[in-house]
């Protein structure tokens, strides 16, 4: 594989140019009219527009990408996250047009990317599953007697669904018409599938996933856990890893349920399986996620390996050299994705322009951005600025790094979830470890994030007065 072409933009193309380059491979960058000036269009050896700003009309643009990949000599074609990087469809354009598509075949795609087929395939393979039904559902009065059978509260999911689309929780009976018409009417417009299906509801879970990659040798590892906890709108914000709940039998536990979901897919490359886990350690298979994850930055953090890297060279069709004795839980990793967002005002994005834009640097942080000072913040796109992640030995010392970082993260003209993430890492509950995916709800709220911010003012002016008076003190002897 001597160029590969990266399907995608801002942060991931450039976290993908990164260990392209270092494996002395050429890139290919793609680009719309919005991102004409886009740093990861001058990080790439070569570059060529594909459409439009609008993403149906450049990034979702497979055939487009295609058509120009062929004409460049491309080798594979790497599709970041987002975009077309769970698109079956286009996996199997790449594969017809003999094109490498780094990452898994269109047929495991297609199978983990519907949920209900995804339950469906690691049935037999003794994983444990929330209470419910594994067909689709469009009867309301059916929807209500199966809720009755397993109990309230239920969750109403669409099976092609992501990202909390189509997807209600219902705490009684009589709601269930009403929001059953909304979760399909939801998966409609965002999948163009209505079809849902209806789980019992954990109530105080945690969102871990865990890491795996397989090649086409039969061989299968899990590289430990992320816990993503932490989110708003069913979104994540805050990642780490490792979790600090799983102990290492459940941890074995977890690896092992993944592996499996994997292998009953005839999975190859990199993909994420992802479990709730109740406030009892009860772990439960949530989906698979067919594509490198925004959060892999901290698993290669705390296992010393190029997620990229190890993509690459299964899509060549190495064997993985690893072994799953080898792998070993080094340290401590914190993941808080910075978006262009209003974090005062539910979290709404926030449009403007980079006025200032200055990153931390130093032992222990990396940032993955894509973005530099005077750049403009297109309104077309996911609004993420960056990823900032925090290294140290111990989850309390990454935890401080994070504060730290922020800190020095100085961004103007936008606003940011940086104060949030400063609040997070600073509660008492997500310090202690204690808490769920309903952090933001229970702990979250503009009054709060207020306080903090008026405290943290009113603390430096104190301080800016006692140097100011201390500074008054000295014995000034004028100039002669």
Do not use: W
């Not at 072409?5 to 050429?26: D, H, P």
């Not at 239920?154 to 018409?181: D, F, N, P, W, Y």
């Amino acid at each position: 594989m001597k160029k590969i072409l990266i399907a995608n933009r801002g942060e991931i193309a450039i976290r993908v140019m990164k260990t392209a380059r270092k494996m002395g491979i050429k890139t290919v960058a793609v680009y719309s009219e919005a991102d004409r000036n886009a740093p990861h269009v001058r990080l790439a050896d070569e570059s060529v527009c594909i459409g439009e700003a609008s993403s149906n009309k450049s990034y979702l643009r497979g055939d487009k990408i295609i058509q120009e990949a062929l004409k460049l000599n491309v080798d594979g074609i790497h599709p970041g996250y987002g975009f077309l990087s769970e698109n079956a469809s286009f996996a199997e354009l790449c594969e017809k047009n003999n094109i490498i598509f780094i990452g898994p075949k269109s047929k495991s795609i297609k199978m983990m990317g519907d949920k209900l087929a995804a339950k469906e395939a690691v049935k037999d393979y003794n994983i444990p599953m929330v209470p419910g039904v594994d067909r689709a559902v469009t009867n309301p009065n059916e929807a209500a007697e199966i809720a009755s059978q397993i109990g309230f509260p239920i969750l109403i999911k669409a099976a092609a669904g992501g990202g909390g689309k189509g997807m209600r929780i219902v705490e009684k009976e009589t709601a269930v018409k009403e929001q059953m018409e909304r979760a399909i009417s939801e998966a409609t417009s965002a999948f163009g599938d209505g079809a849902v299906f209806i789980e019992k509801y954990i109530t105080s879970p945690r969102h871990i996933e865990i890491q795996v990659l397989a090649d086409s040798h039969g061989n299968v590892l899990h590289f430990f856990e992320r816990e993503c906890s932490v989110q708003r709108r069913h979104q994540k914000v805050v990642e780490e890893a490792p979790s600090s709940i799983l102990t290492c039998e459940l941890r074995e536990q977890m690896g092992q349920a993944a592996i499996k979901v994997a292998q009953s897919c005839d999975y190859l490359g990199a993909g994420t399986v992802e479990f709730l886990v109740d406030n009892k350690l009860n772990f439960y298979f949530l989906e698979m996620n067919t594509r490198l994850q925004v959060e892999h930055p901290v698993t290669e953090l705390i296992s010393g390996i190029d997620l990229v890297e190890q993509q690459i060279k299964i899509a060549r069709g190495e064997a993985i050299t690893i072994k799953q004795e080898d792998l070993k839980i080094n340290g401590h990793a914190i993941e808080l994705r910075v978006y262009a967002e209003d974090s005062m005002n539910d979290f709404l994005p926030s449009i403007g322009t980079l006025n200032t834009y200055k990153i931390p640097v130093g032992t222990g942080i990396r940032v993955d951005d894509g973005f530099e000072e005077g750049m403009a913040i297109p309104i077309y796109y996911d609004p993420m600025l960056s990823k900032l992640i925090t290294y140290g030995k111990t989850r309390e010392e990454a935890i401080q790094l994070m504060i730290e970082a922020i800190n020095n993260y100085k961004v103007e003209g936008v606003l940011t979830t940086l104060p949030f993430g400063k609040f997070v890492c600073e509660h008492e509950a997500f310090r202690s470890g204690n808490f769920d995916t309903h952090f933001v709800k229970n702990y979250y709220t503009l009054e709060k994030l207020k306080v903090a911010t008026e405290e943290e003012a009113k603390l430096a002016a104190l301080i800016g007065l006692k140097i100011y008076i201390e500074d008054q003190k000295q014995l000034r002897i004028p100039a002669k």
